[in-house]
């Protein structure tokens, strides 16, 4: 029953790890290609760490409980480093698909912002 | 007396919760060792605490972290689809969010908490930490959803954290 459990866990850990993988080879700009790495692999790394969680509490003396850090430490990091990412690409004014909408000018947010502000400069 | 003792509380019993977990026991001598660190790392890194947080409702905190657990799990379900479909239909966009939060800690909670949650990712604060840049994977009314996000995550924020 426990097997079949973390099976499941498993399985359903490397789906998303999966998707995430495949988001990031077939989305088409690179702010688009940042949403799979970032997201779908938290639940899927999310769901490995509770199965482990799982295994070495019920195989092992005591309760395990290292995997609460792990998750906690990676929801503090990744969003962190898809921010820098973000961050150099609008620097760097990587292309955008265009049907991309944007709240400040038709042309793309990394050709308006003047480092203060996002608003569109009169 | 206790301020300078014990500058940050809540940063101490953080720390200590993690040493024990790290060790994964509740071993009398890591309680020990752990409460001296706890007591130490805050004394030692004083310079990169500026602004001393107080949590006003712990219940409102938890109720939020609640939201954001769950809103993990279906923006995972959500992304995966997007992902999954076809690329061509999608619909992205850069928003522009006005912040209300003051605090520093609060709004990079609420730029973390964005890039975690459905189909966002936070991708530049203005200089003078007003505006937020937030690239959406697939959006169709960019006012409901920068409106909701206001409401879910910055809302229950500027209620928990206090600047002193």
Not at chain 1, 59 to 68: A, K, M, Q, Y
Not at chain 1, 81 to 100: D, G, I, N, P, Y
Not at chain 2, 47 to 52: L, T
Request: some cysteine.
């Amino acid at each position: 029953m426990l097997d079949a459990a973390l099976a499941v866990l498993v399985l359903v850990g490397a789906f998303f790890t999966l998707v995430g993988s495949w988001g990031l080879a077939k989305m088409p700009d690179f702010f688009m290609r940042l949403h799979g790495p970032t997201k779908a692999s938290t639940l899927g790394v999310g769901a490995v760490l509770v199965a482990s969680a799982l295994y070495f509490s019920f195989n092992t003396d005591g309760v395990s409980l290292h995997e609460v850090l792990v998750t906690l430490f990676l929801f503090m990091t990744a969003p962190v480093s898809a921010h820098m990412m973000a961050k150099a690409a609008l620097h760097l004014k990587l292309k955008q698909v265009e049907r991309t909408r944007s709240a400040v000018v038709e042309s793309g947010v990394a050709n308006s912002y003047d480092g203060t502000s996002f608003r569109r400069k009169e | 007396m206790w301020n300078k003792v014990l500058p940050h509380p809540l940063l101490s019993v953080f720390l200590l919760l993690v040493w024990l977990l790290l060790n994964n026991t509740v071993a009398m001598g890591h309680v020990v060792l752990g409460a001296v660190l706890a007591l130490l790392i805050p004394l030692l890194t004083l310079g990169f605490w500026p602004e001393r947080v107080v949590v006003r409702h712990p219940w409102v905190l938890l109720k939020f972290l609640l939201v954001v657990l769950w809103d993990i799990v279906v923006a995972n379900l959500h992304v995966a689809a997007l992902i999954l479909g076809s690329a061509r239909t999608l619909q992205p966009a850069f928003m522009v969010m006005e912040l209300d939060i003051r605090s520093p800690l609060g709004a990079s909670i609420l730029a973390n908490t964005i890039s975690l949650t459905p189909g966002t990712v936070s991708c530049e604060l203005s200089t003078d930490r007003r505006q937020l840049l937030i690239h959406a994977l697939h959006v169709d009314d960019v006012d409901a959803s920068l409106r909701e996000m206001k409401q879910r995550y910055e809302r229950p924020l500027m209620e928990v954290l206090q600047v002193c």
